[in-house]
């Protein structure tokens, strides 16, 4: 069974959904070199406009959280947005309440007592819009990536890490926790793994 549900589904869908990508290069089909050098002035203003919200949106994320297990004992206890993992969150954090039809209130909070995270005094360009709404889901994306966690990799590295155990003692114990027959965590007496000693510290860093 796979560690990673969302990795599944997503293999699953490949073998029955075709995606063609199209790139093109404006380089290579604008000749006149004051287009070319109007469209990457355009390019590079709404990277500098867009790198610094994103940024601030994700200081303000962590700020959100920080001060929702602020002075909670137990982690059950915390009450977390329920939208926080939504593209429009993201897009408010990076770009504020003001102009939302539906403001989210952490966020508002947020910007009221962190108003250094609220970068209004970047410019907006036309049809950004586009920009803030990939952007906010690729961040989410990089983010949920990040909260996964392979319990197997963990597990290993906790065996590998112990102080006390060698080598072939910490890769017996990870083999007996994988549910893997015939180990022994006595030193020099042998023991059959999926695993070599020499392969378990290589592909498992």
Not at 75 to 85: C, I, N, Y
Not at 139 to 145: E, H, I, Q, S
Request: a positive charge; charged letters at 25%.
């Amino acid at each position: 069974m796979s560690s990673r549900p969302d990795r599944a589904l997503k293999l699953s869908r490949r073998s029955t959904t075709r995606e063609t990508v199209v790139k093109c290069y404006l380089t290579s089909l604008i000749v006149d070199n004051v287009n070319k050098r109007a469209i990457r002035e355009a390019i590079d203003a709404r990277v500098r406009s867009y790198a610094p919200r994103l940024r601030a949106a994700s200081l303000g994320l962590n700020y959100i959280v920080k001060q929702a297990f602020d002075g909670v004992d137990d982690v059950l206890d915390v009450s977390v947005p329920e939208r926080l993992f939504e593209t429009t969150f993201v897009r408010q954090l990076m770009l504020g309440t003001a102009d939302a039809v539906k403001p989210e209130v952490p966020v508002k909070k947020m910007h009221q007592e962190r108003p250094d995270l609220l970068r209004d005094d970047l410019p907006r360009y036309e049809g950004d819009r586009n920009i803030y709404s990939a952007g906010a889901q690729l961040y989410l994306t990089n983010v949920k990536n990040h909260l996964v966690t392979n319990l197997e990799r963990f597990m290993i590295r906790v065996c590998k890490a112990h102080p006390l155990w060698t080598p072939h003692q910490a890769i017996a114990v990870a083999s007996k926790i994988r549910g893997y027959h015939g180990c022994s965590i006595v030193p020099g007496k042998p023991f059959f793994l999926k695993y070599t000693v020499l392969a378990f510290y290589r592909n498992f860093p």
